[in-house]
């Protein structure tokens, strides 16, 4: 499998090399296009295309994709301060009053700082 991304990898960086994209949208569709070539393209051993393997047996195993997408966060720790706050990353955020003098965990995501 390993392999296999390689070789795609490979492939697409090497149609792409040489073109000028002024967005990453429109990066992705050129992308899209390659992988979509790519998928139809019969293999050598098999003489099937990635799609029509997938659309075989692999559909049938392939789970739904989660209905939220993705969200980056990191953990962190940080200790409560007297005064009801914790600092994260140079920042102050108010803490519940229990929360006083007590380490607590922050979950932070991409929208902080």
Request: charge should be positive; glycine fraction near 6%; aromatic fraction near 10%.
């Amino acid at each position: 499998m390993e392999n296999a991304v390689l070789i795609v990898q490979r492939w697409i960086l090497a149609c792409l090399r040489n073109r000028i994209f002024y967005s990453l949208a429109e990066l992705n569709k050129a992308i899209r296009e390659l992988v979509d070539k790519i998928n139809d393209r019969p293999m050598q051993h098999l003489k099937k295309s990635r799609r029509e393997l997938f659309s075989g047996a692999g559909q049938a195993h392939a789970l739904p994709l989660p209905a939220q997408p993705f969200e980056y966060r990191e953990l962190e720790s940080s200790h409560g301060w007297f005064d009801y706050h914790v600092q994260v990353d140079g920042n102050y955020y108010s803490t519940p009053w229990t929360l006083a003098s007590q380490k607590v965990a922050v979950r932070l995501n991409g929208e902080h700082g």
